[in-house]
């Protein structure tokens, strides 16, 4: 006999499988949506707004917050056992975020027809600009060195931070660049020739002083405090510096706003009020995630969504019922040996038998007459 309860489980399992089927034109846009949602680019948005030469610049940037984070994964560990004289591994001229901010700013420098010496200022300008704060105050540790990448997504940083983004940017457009570390500071030198001010012989060549943290300075000009001073200088090694993992960020090119507040110099093109150049960053302005079902799926088709999920309603509800519902007894009969009941009932219906000698009546099965005692045919 078959077994009821296998029978159950498979109607069950029949049901299910279709009930899937139906569903399958609901799941599979869910799947797409939150494919889509995945590959969504995430940013950090900043503004930067910094004067030179008379003329003031805002620049309103975005950078990928994947691209941040993957230089923030690196702990502070890490990053105090790094001195100047290896501060190479911050220096990240191969980061093509920060190739193409300098480039905007090259662009920039040239519009307003500034020659390499202005140039340099106009850097140094937006990079002093940026606050400042010890790292203790900033991010709680003693010492953090910061990747330029996270200077400006911080928007804030010491000496080092400063000066590393700026020994980057100027090394990216090809300037010559070397640390120089003062006591308890550091800043930049940049190679040049004939130019007032502080410099430093280096390798064959000459290295003027630019200070990253204290607004208005240019290049030569020394702080005061560092007057008489004894300073280290450090060559950049780039070949030391730290390629984070980038698997999976997309390139991005900064394509920050640029706005001027003054006429730029007379025969210089003037920046436009919404060119892009350069990146920004702000506490992260996130574009959230698309949900897993979009409210315009069922606004496009909203008959057939419900008659989707009533389908499913009504298999489910059936489903159910069937495994719930009782069957009928299954009733066995005994098979008995000799002739049933029926059957003597039968035999015993049977006619009586009539003697043709006397007339009288005999049982059906009488051979011989009761009364005269002959034969019977």
């Excluded at 590959?39 to 707004?49: H, K």
């Excluded at 020659?115 to 300008?125: H, P």
């Excluded at 190679?191 to 290049?219: A, H, M, R, V, W």
């Excluded at 090119?253 to 007379?266: F, L, V």
């Amino acid at each position: 006999m078959g077994n009821p309860v296998n029978g159950k489980s498979t109607k069950l399992l029949i049901i299910l499988i279709l009930a899937c089927i139906i569903a399958l034109p609901i799941i599979s846009p869910l799947q797409t949506v939150v494919a889509q949602s995945q590959d969504q680019t995430q940013y950090y948005t900043r503004n930067f707004s910094w004067d030179y030469d008379g003329h003031h610049w805002t620049w309103n940037l975005s950078v990928p917050v994947s691209l941040y984070a993957a230089y923030k994964s690196v702990p502070d560990s890490v990053r105090v056992q790094i001195g100047p004289e290896s501060f190479g591994y911050f220096t990240t001229t191969q980061d093509s975020y920060i190739q193409a901010l300098a480039q905007k700013l090259n662009q920039t420098a040239n519009q307003a027809g500034y020659g390499s010496y202005d140039e340099v200022n106009f850097i140094l300008a937006f990079v002093q600009n940026i606050p400042y704060a010890t790292d203790n105050v900033s991010t709680g540790y003693q010492s953090y060195p910061r990747f330029p990448v996270e200077t400006l997504v911080d928007d804030i940083g010491d000496c080092k931070s400063h000066s590393l983004l700026f020994g980057t940017l100027t090394l990216a457009l090809g300037f010559g660049t070397i640390y120089i570390n003062p006591p308890d500071h550091l800043a930049v030198g940049v190679l040049g020739n004939n130019l007032t001010g502080q410099s430093f012989p280096y390798d064959g060549g000459t290295y003027y002083y630019c200070e990253t943290t204290g607004i208005g300075y240019k290049i030569g000009q020394l702080p005061d405090q560092f007057s008489g001073q004894t300073c280290r200088v450090y060559s950049i090694d780039t070949g030391l510096q730290y390629f984070p993992n980038l698997q999976g960020i997309t390139s991005f090119d900064p394509n920050p706003t640029i706005s001027t507040a003054t006429p730029q110099p007379t025969g210089t093109t003037t920046a436009e009020p919404d060119q892009t150049a350069s990146p920004s960053v702000a506490g992260p302005t996130i574009q959230p995630d698309l949900p897993m079902l979009s409210l315009n799926m069922i606004a496009d088709a909203p008959y057939f969504f419900i008659i989707i999920v009533v389908v499913v309603v009504i298999c489910i509800v059936f489903a159910v019922r069937s495994v719930r519902a009782p069957k009928e007894p299954i009733i066995t009969q005994a098979i008995s040996i000799g002739p049933s009941n029926d059957q003597t009932a039968e035999s015993n219906m049977e006619p009586d038998k009539f003697c043709i000698f006397c007339g009288s009546s005999n049982k059906s099965f009488a051979v011989y007459c009761e009364k005269c005692g002959k034969k019977i045919a």
